[in-house]
């Protein structure tokens, strides 16, 4: 059986900036893959990581549509790992919607790619190019959603980036939620805080990210990115999603 091709599911943005993110994400994780696939611990010829196809698609603005890269596929199966940093409309109705519209017949789906201490790790690094030091006060920055399930996700993540930073971090949303990110930044102010910092809870560069510049902090940091640490988290879902998949040709 032909390995599980790994399909990178991302929201879509119309920034240049966040759609070549997307894909020197994938480019990373499939780099990646092979050379895990020459690994002594990847040697078999079955193994998943063996000559694995990456592809992306896109949920919303932009194609190709995960119905359409599935449907490309043919007969090979596939693993769908949705590249999002919490799970609300997108992973739980978007998503299935699509694999069900591509009629394919051997397509695994992974958890979401947050919230996760990886992600978290990643976030405090972009912090400190930032700038910020311990002691600045720290905004948590999410788009959110309507879905409680992601306002769930989403105040775990927080907490997961206090536990790597070693200090509170206030939580505010960009575009659906209260509070939103300027309110919170002037609320730190007013309370006593001399320099303010927002960790951005986004993957790529787009309109959201840009409108955390104007927020009035000190300084923003870069979304979370093409990180080693991603790579391999989107690797473990997808090597996971594989074993799925492929027991179920097996039966």
Not at 54 to 61: I, K, N, Q
Not at 165 to 176: E, F, K, N, Q, S
Request: glycine letters at 8%; hydrophobic letters at 50%.
């Amino acid at each position: 059986m032909n390995a599980p091709a790994l399909v990178l599911v991302a929201h879509g943005t119309r920034s240049t900036r966040g759609v070549q993110m997307i894909a020197a994400l994938a480019e990373a994780v499939s780099h990646e893959l092979a050379a895990r696939a020459s690994d002594a611990a990847f040697g078999a010829a079955s193994g998943p990581a063996r000559d694995s196809l990456v592809r992306t698609a896109f949920v919303d603005v932009l194609g190709p549509s995960p119905a359409e890269v599935l449907g490309d596929l043919g007969s090979v199966p596939a693993v769908v790992v949705p590249a999002f940093l919490a799970s609300g409309y997108h992973v739980y109705q978007d998503v299935p919607r699509e694999v069900a519209a591509s009629a394919h017949d051997a397509v695994a789906v992974t958890p979401a790619m947050g919230p996760d201490p990886a992600l978290a790790a990643v976030m405090r690094m972009r912090l400190r190019a930032a700038g910020w030091r311990p002691g600045d006060a720290v905004v948590f920055a999410a788009a959110g959603s309507s879905d409680p399930r992601a306002r769930q996700d989403v105040r775990r993540a927080a907490g997961l980036l206090a536990e790597q930073i070693g200090a509170p971090v206030r939580l505010a949303y960009i575009a659906t939620g209260e509070p939103r990110v300027p309110e919170v930044v002037a609320e730190l102010r007013a309370a006593g805080a001399q320099r303010v910092f927002i960790a951005s809870y986004l993957l790529a560069h787009g309109l959201f990210h840009e409108r955390l510049h104007a927020a009035g902090a000190d300084g923003v940091a870069e979304p979370i990115g093409v990180h080693p640490a991603i790579v391999s988290l989107l690797i473990d879902r997808y090597l996971t999603g594989a074993e799925q998949v492929t027991a179920v040709r097996a039966a």
